[in-house]
């Protein structure tokens, strides 16, 4: 009886490996969005207060996953007389819509140092497909902690508003809209 147990052991496969949880390290990253306005002049929408649930492994990196919510009640534009009006229900619509979320499905790597990201973002309680570029700026061993290991990407894409049902201020503000993250992250829990 012991030897078929152990025989069904080796031919049945156990449960399928799992990418670990790894945490976003806040103080290296940041979510910008670009707003062009009357083809002259550039807003950057920083979006400063943002949390994430990520499952990645260093050694099979096409295996991530994540969530990533972005607050809308909290951007800053370095224009606060701005702030307001970004925030109202022309624009995001914080008050209705608090966060802004992104939902990575899949992770294609093209080079040792380039990968193409998609998934799915929600804006305005509409969800549409998103693609990102992403270049690695960090992959390393935490040199004093064990097993300890960082990535980081910088991320590039764009989204057109008007597939989200948001059309104000069109065309003065543009309805494309680019979108940078810069996105650290360790296996290491925060203290």
């Known amino acids: 009886m012991k030897h078929l147990v152990l025989i069904l052991?080796?031919?049945?496969?156990?449960?399928?490996?799992?990418?670990?949880?790894?945490?976003l390290i806040p103080s290296e990253t940041s979510i910008e969005v670009d707003v062009r306005y009357q083809n002259r002049s550039t807003l950057t929408v920083g979006f400063p207060q943002f949390a994430g649930a990520i499952?990645?492994?260093?050694?099979?990196?096409?295996g991530t996953r994540a969530t990533i919510q972005v607050s809308s009640q909290t951007i800053r534009t370095g224009l606060s007389i701005l702030n307001?009006?970004?925030?109202?229900s022309d624009?995001?619509?914080?008050?209705?819509?608090?966060?802004?979320?992104?939902?990575?499905?899949?992770?294609?790597?093209?080079s040792k140092s380039t990968a193409d990201i998609f998934g799915r973002i929600t804006f305005l309680g509409v969800t549409r497909p998103i693609a990102?570029?992403?270049?690695?700026?960090?992959?390393?061993?935490?040199g004093e902690v064990p097993g300890g290991f960082e990535a980081g990407f910088d991320l590039s894409g764009e989204f057109d508003r008007r597939e989200f049902g948001n059309?104000?201020?069109l065309?003065?503000?543009?309805?494309?809209?680019?979108v940078r993250?810069?996105?650290l992250m360790s296996n290491i829990p925060p203290n």
């Not at 052991?9 to 945490?23: D, E, I, Q, S, T």
């Not at 307001?84 to 109202?88: A, E, M, Q, R, Y």
């Not at 990102?132 to 935490?142: H, L, Q």
């Open 9 to 23: 052991a080796l031919l049945v496969p156990g449960p399928a490996a799992y990418a670990a949880p790894w945490f």
């Open 55 to 62: 499952d990645f492994d260093e050694k099979r990196p096409q």
């Open 84 to 88: 307001p009006i970004i925030k109202s």
């Open 91 to 110: 624009y995001l619509d914080a008050r209705n819509h608090p966060n802004i979320t992104f939902q990575l499905d899949r992770l294609q790597q093209t």
């Open 132 to 142: 990102f570029k992403a270049n690695v700026f960090r992959y390393e061993p935490v």
């Open 167 to 169: 059309t104000t201020g």
């Open 171 to 178: 065309p003065d503000v543009a309805a494309v809209l680019p």
């Open 181 to 183: 993250i810069r996105l």
